[in-house]
């Protein structure tokens, strides 16, 4: 059986952290990161390349996590 299933390095579909040309161990910025846990690995430039929005969704994460800790702490004090 022969097949002619043959797609270039560039056309593979994966996770795009396992690809060789990802990264070499640079930094990646908030939005990069951001893209990466939203699209599950598969694309690091969903967000686009203007910091605003990787900004957003950290500060956004840190306001979640700081009001319910607050949250917790002033409820099992009331008891």
């Known amino acids: 059986m022969k097949t002619d299933f043959d797609f270039p390095k560039k056309d593979l579909i994966g ?3 396992f690809r060789p040309d990802f990264n070499n ?3 990646i910025n908030l939005n990069q990161a951001w893209s990466l846990f939203f ?3 598969q694309n690091d ?3 686009g390349e203007e910091a605003e929005l990787g900004n957003f969704f950290t500060n956004l994460l840190i ?3 700081v009001t319910g800790s607050l949250w917790g702490i002033y409820f099992s004090n009331l008891g």
């Open 15 to 17: 996770p795009v952290v």
């Open 45 to 47: 430039k969903a967000l």
């Open 39 to 41: 699209t599950a690995g």
């Open 25 to 27: 161990f640079e930094t």
């Open 63 to 65: 306001a979640v996590v």
